[in-house]
């Protein structure tokens, strides 16, 4: 694994919850992080973030979220999951993104993007319609392509890449990690999870290759590898480069957290700095034990056999039990998708439960705050 160390934390007092974490160059007010959250919104279909987005996630920066990952945004057209994502294959796509990132800045939060090609699972509906499966070409869907040649369930066959396709995607990703940093963003988070184009690599049930890029996992792990590196050579030796994984397909014969462990140590090898651990998403029958916390331990699992820092996520909605997930150790960082949704203020109300103080509040909202209202939330 890569010398020195990556990542610190502070040693002040408090929650730990609410304690700055240093990665490479970019510290992080707090542990209390915003997952990529698709909104399919983009309903002019260019992939430009729009006026919704400043206010989605510009509402958790103001609320004390410590970072906030903008959604799965596509490295090209036809990565997208449906026609209405974000995108930033372009430049007008970057200088969108930048009036975001000014204001979650602004606000004392970090800002993240998750680069992401969803391969075969692109070409759906958008969330809104509900529409199970493909979207006609006729109706504006594209071809999807994959590892192989092999269909998520109820969707269109994608086409296999060949070296040059294989070729370009890295190419995509590199060049969409430079628009990043053009567009202000302070980190960037590769989406190898959720059964999407890279996760289609690393999973043997969705990669039936037998060339370099299948097979044995070092060739399945070939194309995250290079994608981290070039995205590394892109953002420089400051911004740190965060990897999503899931790290367990939840079916036997799949991909599971043995080798997302191996895999992260090569990663940090490669690049990668932190490692964002979900799990499922490569089939669609998958029997997954949902329940609050019920991936944590796999974050646990992969810092403990990597020493590489981890995020938790997955139905984690309660203040005391992120708190615990970080003070003991099995994560060092907590993502909080929907109940960040419900409650864009999340952060301060975990600060206010844990004693963490008012420091993250807007100067705006200090008057509602508890410590002006007899300790009221």
């Not at 020195?4 to 160059?25: C, E, N, Q, Y």
């Not at 449906?82 to 430049?91: A, E, F, Q, V, Y």
């Not at 490569?282 to 981890?310: K, L, W």
Request: proline content about 6%; overall charge negative; some cysteine.
């Amino acid at each position: 694994m890569a010398p020195g160390p990556r990542v610190t934390g502070s040693a002040r007092a408090g929650a730990a919850l609410f304690r700055p974490i240093t990665i490479r160059g970019l510290e992080i007010r707090n542990r209390v992080w915003v997952p990529p959250l698709c909104q399919y919104s983009v309903t002019a279909r260019d992939g430009v973030p729009h006026d919704w987005h400043l206010v989605h996630l510009g509402a958790m920066a103001a609320g004390g979220a410590g970072l906030v990952i903008a959604e799965a945004t596509a490295v090209n057209p036809i990565g997208r999951i449906t026609d209405h994502d974000t995108g930033i294959w372009n430049d007008e796509q970057a200088a969108a993104w930048s009036r975001i990132t000014r204001f979650i800045r602004s606000q004392g939060a970090a800002s993240g993007i998750q680069l992401a090609h969803a391969g075969r699972k692109a070409s759906v509906w958008p969330e809104p319609l509900r529409r199970r499966g493909s979207q006609p070409l006729e109706e504006g869907g594209w071809p999807t392509v994959s590892a192989s040649a092999v269909a998520f369930d109820g969707y269109r066959e994608p086409l296999a890449l060949d070296e040059s396709g294989i070729a370009r995607v890295i190419d995509d990703f590199r060049a969409a990690a430079r628009r990043a940093v053009e567009a202000g963003f302070d980190l960037v988070e590769v989406h190898a999870a959720h059964g999407y184009l890279v996760h289609q690599f690393l999973s043997p049930l969705s990669n039936t290759r037998d060339d370099r890029w299948g097979g044995g996992l070092e060739n399945r792990a070939r194309l995250l590898l290079e994608i981290v590196r070039a995205v590394r050579a892109e953002v420089g030796t400051q911004m740190p480069v965060f990897v999503r994984f899931s790290a367990t397909d939840w079916s036997p014969g799949g991909w599971d957290e043995g080798q997302t462990a191996t895999v992260t140590a090569w990663a940090v090898d490669a690049g990668a700095d932190f490692f964002d651990i979900s799990t499922g998403g490569i089939i669609a029958a998958a029997d997954i034990p949902v329940a609050p916390g019920y991936q944590a331990h796999f974050a646990e699992y992969v810092g403990e056999r990597t020493d590489a820092p981890v995020s938790a996520v997955g139905r984690i909605t309660d203040a005391r039990h992120a708190e615990a997930l970080v003070s003991e150790g099995g994560a060092d960082a907590v993502m909080f998708g929907k109940a960040m949704m419900r409650d864009p203020h999340f952060a301060m109300r975990a600060a206010h439960e844990l004693g963490a103080g008012t420091s993250m509040w807007p100067p705006q909202h200090l008057r509602a705050g508890p410590e002006y209202n007899d300790g009221e939330w």
